[in-house]
């Protein structure tokens, strides 16, 4: 089966600029997760997708982080304005509704804020 | 969000020796998950224990899930150089990672 897909693979920024992340999950996996990972730490939840619903997005920086999953399938994740230390990869998952064979990952976008 | 420690953080081994890294939790776990990130690359699953005391084998991989599941170890056999990398433990429904330990196999 196809993997997740994320793109673009890299980003250069300048603070204050914004920047959008796209996901393509596995075809039939309801949630969708979008994970930071800073340098040298493990991946930090941002937000979990069930379908087109927020299940979680109690550590998304609301004030600048976006997310959006329309129809249930491919997801956005938008900084407005970056900052400095939002430099890190994004992560994208995917699973079933109950993910006994856990998250399948994406390649990841690493995001670059100058 | 739910918190994890693993420890080590680092741990360099030679070739051949063994390597067992640990995840430990204050609060009782539904379940624990255990992932590998190569250098450069992204999490790969490995694999989810549930029950009490578990214990599973993947080849030179052997994972533990304590009795009172508040902790879980992953021990690895005889390393070798494709076992380099950052292995992860995530808990909790929306599997929180933990600070992960990086392990370097010297040849």
């Known amino acids: 089966e196809a993997g997740v897909a994320q793109s673009p693979r890299y980003k250069i920024i300048e603070k204050r600029q914004s920047v959008a992340f796209w996901c393509n999950p596995i075809?039939?996996?309801?949630?969708l997760y979008w994970y930071q990972q800073i340098l040298g730490q493990g991946p930090k939840l941002l937000i979990q997708?069930?379908?087109?619903?927020?299940?979680?997005d109690s550590q998304l920086p609301k004030d600048r982080f976006s997310a959006e999953r329309l129809k249930g399938v491919d997801s956005t994740l938008k900084i407005q304005p970056a900052k400095l230390e939002d430099s890190a990869v994004y992560l994208c998952?995917?699973?079933?509704?109950?993910?006994?064979?856990?998250?399948?990952f994406g390649s990841g976008t690493r995001l670059t804020v100058v | 969000g739910q918190q994890v420690m693993q420890i080590p953080q680092y741990q360099h081994v030679q070739e051949g020796e063994d390597f067992t890294t640990y995840c430990n939790s204050s609060?009782?776990?539904?379940?624990i998950q255990w992932y590998k990130q190569r250098p450069g690359g992204h999490p790969v699953f490995l694999i989810q224990?549930?029950?009490?005391?578990e214990v599973k084998k993947q080849k030179r991989l052997t994972f533990q899930f304590g009795e009172a599941k508040k902790n879980s170890s992953l021990h690895i056999t005889a390393t070798q150089t494709t076992d380099v990398g950052t292995y992860f433990c995530a808990v909790g429904n929306q599997f929180y990672f933990g600070t992960g330990t990086s392990l370097t196999v010297i040849p």
């Open positions: 997708f069930q379908n087109n619903g927020v299940v979680d």
């Open positions: 998952a995917s699973s079933t509704h109950a993910p006994v064979y856990g998250y399948t």
């Open positions: 075809s039939g996996h309801a949630t």
């Open positions: 224990l549930v029950k009490s005391g």
């Open positions: 609060t009782t776990l539904s379940n």
